[in-house]
T-cell receptor
Framework: AQTVTQSQPEMSVQEAETVTLSCTYD???????LFWYKQPPSRQMILVIR??????QNATENRFSVNFQKAAKSFSLKISDSQLGDAAMYFC???????????FGTGTRLQVTL | DTGVSQDPRHKITKRGQNVTFRCDPI?????LYWYRQTLGQGPEFLTY????????KSRLLSDRFSAERPKGSFSTLEIQRTEQGDSAMYLC?????????????FGPGTRLLVL
């Protein structure tokens, strides 16, 4: 069974600084997708960034980028120039190329301080 | 495009009662998913539909749970004889599956409290 592990329950970053959230996964599949979702307090979950396993290039979306290490089964999220609005729960998620359901980690709560 | 909507946003019920939640996906999305999220955990998959067909159900979905998507548009999730352990956030997501590419967009969720 596929598992997703987020080992950092909470992280804190100062505004304008950079923070990296960790995620590891376990799979025997070669075709899969990885995602980072953001869930602000009492608001809906939104997609931050996605990565296809067959792509060697790390995905980037403005201030958000990933470090995808396929051999190590690691998928970390880097947030640059952190803003107060980045404060949220961040979930790492995985799905295989053939399956549809997402498997989520337990999340990392990110605090952004002034 | 108004996004995925869910109704109600909050529901308080007594143990043993039946509850029904509704999800309206993004229009023209062919897939619709239900997840359950308990406090401090990530969402867990319950079931999904492609158009009106229910293609997969999790073992988490006991026989007290039933989901429908009668015309391939909105979906309902019913829980019969609710138990306190059913208290959770129920999330709906929709996606357009095309050539293997698919991104799920989530609704705001329905928070259920069973007393």
């Amino acid at each position: 069974a596929q598992t997703v592990t987020q080992s950092q329950p909470e992280m804190s970053v100062q505004e304008a600084e950079t923070v990296t959230l960790s995620c590891t996964y376990d799979t025997s599949e070669s075709d899969y997708y990885l995602f980072w979702y953001k869930q602000p307090p009492s608001r809906q979950m939104i997609l931050v960034i996605r990565q296809e396993a067959y792509k060697q290039q790390n995905a980037t979306e403005n201030r958000f980028s990933v470090n995808f290490q396929k051999a190590a089964k690691s998928f970390s999220l880097k947030i640059s120039d952190s803003q107060l609005g980045d404060a949220a729960m961040y979930f790492c998620a995985y799905r295989t190329g053939t399956a549809s359901k997402l498997t989520f980690g337990t999340g990392t709560r990110l605090q952004v301080t002034l | 495009d108004t996004g995925v909507s869910q109704d109600p946003r909050h529901k308080i019920t007594k143990r043993g009662q039946n509850v029904t939640f509704r999800c309206d996906p993004i229009s023209e999305h062919n897939r619709l998913y239900w997840y359950r999220q308990t406090l401090g955990q990530g969402p867990e998959f319950l079931t999904y539909f492609q158009n009106e067909a229910q293609l997969e159900k999790s073992r988490l979905l006991s026989d007290r749970f039933s989901a429908e998507r009668p015309k391939g548009s909105f979906s309902t999730l019913e829980i019969q004889r609710t138990e306190q352990g059913d208290s959770a956030m129920y999330l709906c997501a929709s996606s357009l599956q095309y050539r293997g590419r698919e991104t799920q967009y989530f609704g705001p969720g329905t928070r259920l409290l069973v007393l």
